[in-house]
């Protein structure tokens, strides 16, 4: 503990030590000689002051945290140099900071600024590279308006929630060459960046990085980084005004994590990782009429909707994706999710990805009352089986509710919208498709096929012809839909899914609309 100023001659005298400096000390309880520009000390903490100057008041640079221990610094960081922090600890600081020299984490260790009651008035900028973390608890926490970050491998996360000025610009790589950045934000936090994200003087392609398992949002339309985006398996993307916020249009997103927004995004998608089967989350109102595949020919990777309760349009026609589509809604509403396609092709790549080439069960899973919409009159592939499942509504998590077994197919009006193949419960986690488990999987349930999410006009026309459906859960064709059988029940399966072997009430029913075609005598009351 260094209850009055302590000068240091040695650069590393104190490199492996923790010093202490106590409350009190006015002109810094620990100093620095003018013999030495760059000092290396273990750990400093305390309520006492630092100050990142030598005696004569001249910048130095003092690299704080090479013993790799963890500690807080609550009281005020001033002086002409640069603060850095380094080795694998946490440093903490909580009072000013009003030094003129930047701030830097590099390393793999975190530097966290939690003053959110005092605006903090250092200059100099911040850096993370190297493996190292800032750590911002409020939108103070950046210093003056000017201070710009610069992230070579390192990373800028927040333990709050808020937005980081439109006066912070974001550099991504180093200085020479290709690298990348990383922005992150806590659970359940809310990470806004407005600011311009561009290429260090190094570039031209770094990375932009998005981790953590809060939500990281880019609002700035001229962001201009060449480079890839990732976003990381349980994180969250969101983008708001246009694709701008994506930098150059060439970026490739590749999405492990959450895409949101509600713009259109043009840019290609990569799905998941390689070599094992993930998913690229879209639970938003975002447009994707860019090309949509996977990481490479291994990982047949899937789409998801999980959580969703907006409406996502696929408008890409060349879309090369081979494990399928999950839509998934949160919301206690059934139609809530909707996932919008216009046309599907014969054969090879379409809309709703890789067209199989045999009749593939789980081709596209709908859950808890979500909806697949068709947008113009179209077909859709026999060989997309589809599965009905339970999805759990927001707030009743694994409770079993009725009204969400299964899903709905609504034809936009004026549309005719056909489907000749497999209609069936979702009976397991695993994906016939691509054997692998499936996230959001409750437990197997008779599941329910709606024709349509309800309303007052009349929309379009539904046509079903497989005859070997076999979802155990009824059909309810709701208001001003219409419904066309376009071929017989056989004795156990039809359009219309499982044949009851006697008489069951209420396994069609109906809302006003007549029901045209053939069907078998068991199937029950229309109502």
Do not use: C, W
Not at 122 to 143: D, E, F, K, P, R
Not at 496 to 508: D, S
Request: glycine content about 16%.
């Amino acid at each position: 503990a260094l209850p009055i100023s302590t000068l240091l001659k040695d650069a590393n005298a104190l490199q492996n030590a923790t010093v202490s400096i106590l409350t009190g000390t006015t002109t810094g309880g620990l100093s620095f000689d003018t013999s030495v520009s760059t000092y290396n000390v273990g750990l400093i903490t305390g309520a006492g002051g630092l100050v990142v100057a030598n005696t004569s008041n001249a910048a130095i640079t003092l690299n704080v945290g090479g013993n790799n221990g963890s500690g807080t610094l609550s009281g005020g960081v001033s002086g002409l140099g640069t603060l850095v922090k380094v080795g694998t600890g946490l440093l903490t600081l909580s009072g000013v900071i009003s030094s003129t020299g930047g701030i830097s984490s590099t390393g793999g260790g975190t530097l966290l600024l939690t003053n959110t009651t005092t605006t903090q008035t250092y200059s100099g900028g911040l850096s993370a590279n190297t493996g190292g973390t800032i750590s911002l608890a409020a939108a103070n926490s950046a210093g003056v308006a000017a201070n710009s970050v610069s992230l070579d491998n390192g990373t800028l996360t927040t333990t709050g929630n808020f937005t980081l000025a439109s006066t912070h610009g974001i550099f991504l790589g180093p200085a020479a060459g290709n690298g990348n950045g990383t922005l992150s934000s806590g659970a359940a936090k809310n990470f806004t960046i407005a600011g311009l994200i561009a290429n260090n003087a190094g570039g031209p392609n770094d990375t932009l990085n998005i981790a953590g398992t809060g939500t990281v949002a880019l609002t700035n339309t001229s962001n201009s980084f060449t480079g890839a985006v990732n976003i990381a398996a349980g994180a969250t993307l969101n983008v708001a005004g246009t694709e701008g916020v994506l930098g150059n249009a060439a970026n490739q997103l590749n999405v492990m994590g959450s895409l949101t927004g509600t713009i259109t995004v043009s840019h290609s998608i990569v799905l998941g990782t390689s070599p094992l089967h993930s998913a690229g989350n879209f639970p938003d109102s975002l447009t994707l009429s860019g090309v949509i595949s996977d990481h490479d020919s291994l990982s047949h990777n899937y789409l998801t909707t999980i959580n969703g309760q907006k409406t996502l349009v696929i408008s890409g026609t060349n879309n090369s994706y081979t494990g399928g589509t999950l839509i998934e809604q949160s919301a206690p509403v059934n139609g809530s999710m909707q996932l919008k396609i216009s046309t599907d092709n014969a054969s090879g790549n379409s809309t709703l990805g890789f067209v199989p080439t045999t009749p593939t069960a789980d081709n596209v899973i709908i859950r808890g009352g979500a909806a697949l919409v068709f947008t113009g009159t179209m077909t859709l592939n026999s060989n997309r089986g589809i599965s009905l499942g339970f999805g759990t509504p927001a707030g009743v998590a694994g409770t079993p509710i009725p009204a969400y077994y299964g899903g709905s197919l609504y034809v936009l009006p004026n549309m005719i919208a056909s489907y000749n193949g497999i209609i069936q419960d979702e009976t397991s986690a695993t994906n016939t498709s691509i054997g692998t488990t499936l996230a959001g999987f409750i437990g197997a349930q008779p599941a329910r096929l709606q024709i349509g999410v309800g309303g007052t006009s009349f929309t379009g026309t539904m046509v079903l012809g497989g005859t070997s459906s076999t979802y155990s859960g009824g059909t309810l064709l709701t208001a001003n839909n219409v419904l066309l059988l376009s071929a017989s029940d056989g004795a156990t399966t039809g359009p219309l899914g499982a044949v009851p072997a006697t008489f069951v009430a209420n396994n069609i029913q109906m809302d006003g609309t007549p029901v045209n075609g053939t069907s078998g005598t068991n199937l029950g009351v229309v109502a």
